[in-house]
């Protein structure tokens, strides 16, 4: 046996040692289409194991890859250079919840909706809820800086955290933030959050709690097409208003969920939510619906009760899944632009489809201008592969031209990594690389993300993919 | 521009151009010199004596805005800006920038964020660093970098900005900044009220920040300002202040909501003020710091939670009540956080004071940092409450990397940074 393994083993005991093949290949993926099998996985319960499993691994020379549910859509949690990955699965304890402070303490691999349905019963919520808030973990959303369709009221992860444990490269355990909103000195908090688990390994949570709203509203606009559509978005915001949620999808997802009840045929529906108090939500939806009717909607839906209302969100939310109906695979892009470019930015999008051959099926976070175009493709076509992943760095380049940006809730990871200088100078990314001196990380944790590898934009991130998906993949 | 007592070696610079400032910071940098960035000026009083100052960086020509995109809610400014020129701008499209820091037509961008000055937008609108989106900083050694972007939601590369909130200048001078927008309210109001002490505030608060309703901003005051709020001089009223804003009937229930809770507080008094009469309210509040510009007086940042808050009030003041000092609290109900104003802090032997106040503070686990000191105190006592702080290593670190020649702000900072 491995002498790493054996001291790992001497941390954690042998049941949560995992180095065979058939166990290391559960490991070797995450929802992205990189796939790289670790020499180790750990699953450690404690901070203090965390911290040793570190030491070790830098002892022996092995990055660290940290992972929670593994269901990144960049290639966060893959193993690019092998090493150790620590699974955050048993570190699943929320700690404290404090009601009066309004803050919870949690280990990382707490489930993202377990959090919220856990503090529920006191009238609280944890605001950020990415579409995959039923597996994803919390320690997750810190490396990502996880959004979700609310996060155009309430914000995303780094609006919601307070304080957090780490674990650095060389094993120290240190604090970060507190339980208080704010602190002296630098905000150490808020530069780990997003920084894709290559700096330090969150392994205790303070987040922020919000009281839940005292009445939610939402509403279903059908259009003929994307233009309209955004255009009614446009208006919604220029009223001044910011709906807790606005998302939109295309004619390709409505035809995917046929049976979810939005209405077949229909070019664009926009799923808008509201909440808040009675009278703010009342009025505001009021105006929502004059300022949609003045597009032309086929038609206006709003729910009545609560069934009414998961229905009206169980079509967003089975789409990916549902797009299965359309192709066997799908290639998922995740750039941002600014609102007012959605109409050409969507037209640019559906001029590459029709040049390209390929159908786009359009889902966005319509109200902070946050594009899914899911690219379909069936991987056993020869050539097909490669094909969506350059039409996947097209529509990125055409979201940083339109003043837009790589990533707006998935992070770069491996999938953009090599996009990077779309949108920074190399002093740009030399001085956020010089982050990693800072944290004397030596490339421990997570090594080969971000950053680009030196290669031609796109190609490294082709190849890759080409190389290892496999069948049934999809990304 | 005299800082603690000290003038600049080399005297002041003001650059015009990002490439003047860029050479200018290269030269400084490779010639050992030490740098104080400034703006407006109205917080050169936060942190330590610089332990080298030989040019004052006068950033007040980056007064720009270089982008608005009303119909995005977002924009992009020069550093230099003041928040005053900054909101008329934008308010002309009706929108506003949720920061609400001191003397706004004198306080700029760069400084205010630097600095991380305290203002009262902080509850529904959520905390004035979550609305930057990017940011332009010159390192050191005079190398332009950017981060960030111009939309509201972005996740591409490290989010830069963070390092620079409240950095205090040390690991880089700011000179642009993108900011996310909000509408403004459709109305605005706010409701003032008097109560017979600080237990029954802090009860009123907390029980408000249990109901339905968020408030743009939320502050109690306590102590010689009073007067100032009231025209009735209390050592033991507290008046507390909630700014609302949205729809009339979303106003109108707010003020249902905030009634019924101060009834059930046993308020003194209440009185609803319109939005004139509510600028000004909040005015004297946000900017009752610079009212204290004597040079004995004191400025404390108290950084703790809700719960503990009451707590801290009631022993600081017990303290101060034993010393001939004239005193004030205002306190950031449902945030926790609180500015502690210190006047005729005569001599020097006032020291044992500041200590005192500083242990109380710490024995709730939270934290008080000096933001206004007379320079001669700040050689017996840190500014900063650097024995709270956590990751002082890590900390050293980033301004070993960012600032190997500690040229920015030198010794200004927390930990001696």
Known sequence: MDKSVKSLIDVVGSDYVLWSEADLLVYEYDGSVDRSTPLIVVLPETTEQVSKIVKIARVNALPVVARGAGTGLSGGAVAEHGGVVISMSRMTQILEVNEYDKYAIVQPGVVNLDLSTHVAPLGLYYAPDPSSQRACTIGGNIAENSGGPHCLAYGVTTNHVLGMEVVLADGTITQFGGVERESQGYDLRGITIGSEGTLAIATTIIVRLLRVP????????????????????????????????????????????????????????????????EELVEDESREIESICQEFGPLEIRVATNP??????????????????????????????????????????????????????????????????????????????????LAIGAEILRICVEAGGVLSGEHGIGLEKQDQMPLMFTDEDMAAMALLKIAFETEDVFNPGKVFPTGAACGDISQARAIARVGPGAYI | MIIDDIEPSKGAEKPVSLHQLSLLLKDADGGGLGIVPFGGGTRLNVGSVPQKYDIALDLSAFNQIVSHNPADLTCTVEAGITIGMLQKALAEHGQFLAVDAPLPDKATIGGTIASSALGYLRWQLGHPRDTIIGMEVLLANGTVTKSGGQV?????????????????????????????LTPKPFKELSVKLLFRDSYMAHSFAHSLFGSSMMPLAFASAHGDVVELLTGQASKTDVVCAIKLGGRRRACERQVTIVEKIARDSEVQTMEIIDKVESDLLWQTIRDYSGTLTTFDSIIGRIYATPSRMHDIEEALFNRLGVSNNGFSLICQQGFGAALLFIENLKTESQIGLLKDLREIVNSYQSTLVFEKLPPLLKASIDVWDSGTLSSIDQMKSLKKTYDPNSTLNAGRFVAGI
């Open chain 1, 214 to 277: 005292e009445t939610v509203k939402t509403m279903l606009a059908v259009f003929e097409d994307v233009e309209t559509a955004s255009a009614a978005v446009s208006g919604i915001i220029g009223a001044g208003i910011i709906p807790s949620a606005i998302e939109m999808m295309d004619h390709f997802c409505i035809q995917a969920v046929a049976g979810a009840g939005y209405p077949e045929g229909a070019g664009a529906v926009l799923l808008v939510e509201l909440d808040g108090l």
């Open chain 1, 307 to 388: 069934d009414e209302r998961e229905k009206l969100w169980s079509g967003r939310k089975g789409v990916l899944g549902a797009l299965g109906r359309l192709a066997p695979n799908y290639y998922l892009v995740d750039g941002t632009i600014p609102r007012t470019k959605l109409v050409d930015v969507l037209r640019q999008i559906n001029e590459l489809s029709e040049s390209t051959g390929y159908r786009i099926a359009n889902l966005l976070h319509a109200g902070d201008g946050n594009l899914h175009p899911s690219i379909l493709f069936d991987e056993r076509k020869p050539g097909d592969t490669k094909n969506v």
């Open chain 2, 152 to 180: 509201v939601k972005n996740v591409s590369g490290y989010d830069m900005a963070r390092l620079h909130v409240g950095g205090l200048g040390t690991l880089g001078v700011i000179s642009k900044v993108s900011f996310k």
